[in-house]
């Protein structure tokens, strides 16, 4: 329970960065305008044939649909060892995600970068690859990674989670799908999300999984 104030600071230190970036791309500030043309100039020297390919089936494997079906899987081994509350809640962590993501960008409306090295369709503001992704790797560390007792396993599984949503990150800005501001209000949404899911998985998930395992105590 100590975590929850520290969850609920990070989401609203989350929130409001957040309001504030999206903000700029309402009003179209020119703040946003150099801090996105900066960073897709710093990236362009690094164009090659062979890195667009590679991140493009990257970029694949982190779409929201392929994080829905690996929360769905992890959602059904968690069922499956009967620790269905956990179950539940990944489900709607996942699915909410993306629907807030969906949601936003249908009130932003902010279209895409022009300069596409490979074409995409729909609003770009926040990135849906991105909070897909980040919520999946939260999933992973603060859900699944406890059920390892091994540390240093732990800290490994963590590790190649964050850095596979850097490589994520870095595909989708990389292959002008998305302004870097879209990456970085996805992450901002992300935070905001999962700190709402966090409070509800405290006060409703954990004191049931509490109160079942002292049952399974006394029945033993």
């Not at 509350?85 to 990944?90: D, E, P, S």
Request: glycine content about 4%; proline content about 5%.
């Amino acid at each position: 329970m100590r975590k929850q104030p520290l969850w609920l600071v990070v989401g609203g230190t989350a929130l409001v960065l957040f309001l504030i970036l999206t903000s700029g791309v309402v009003t179209h500030a020119a703040w946003l305008h150099l801090f996105d043309h900066h960073f897709q100039i710093l990236l362009s020297h690094f164009d090659n044939p062979n890195r667009t390919f590679t991140l493009k089936e990257v970029s694949l494997l982190g779409s929201p649909a392929v994080n829905l079906a690996i929360a769905t899987t992890l959602a059904g081994c968690c069922w499956f060892i009967h620790d269905r509350f956990n179950a539940i809640w990944i489900m709607c962590a996942e699915l909410g995600a993306d629907g807030v993501a969906f949601v936003t960008k249908e009130l932003v409306r902010r279209p895409r970068p022009s300069a596409q090295l490979v074409p995409d369709t729909g609003f770009s503001f926040p990135s849906g690859h991105t909070i897909s992704t980040a919520t999946l790797v939260l999933i992973v560390i603060f859900v699944l990674v406890p059920y390892f007792k091994d540390q240093e396993a732990q800290l490994a599984i963590s590790l190649l989670a964050v850095i596979w949503l850097a490589v994520i990150v870095f595909a989708r800005v990389y292959l002008r799908d998305h302004y870097p501001s879209n990456v970085l209000g996805a992450l901002l949404l992300a935070l905001v999300w999962w700190s709402a899911m966090r409070v509800t998985y405290l006060k409703l998930i954990a004191p049931r999984l509490a109160r079942h395992a002292q049952g399974e105590k006394e029945v033993n």
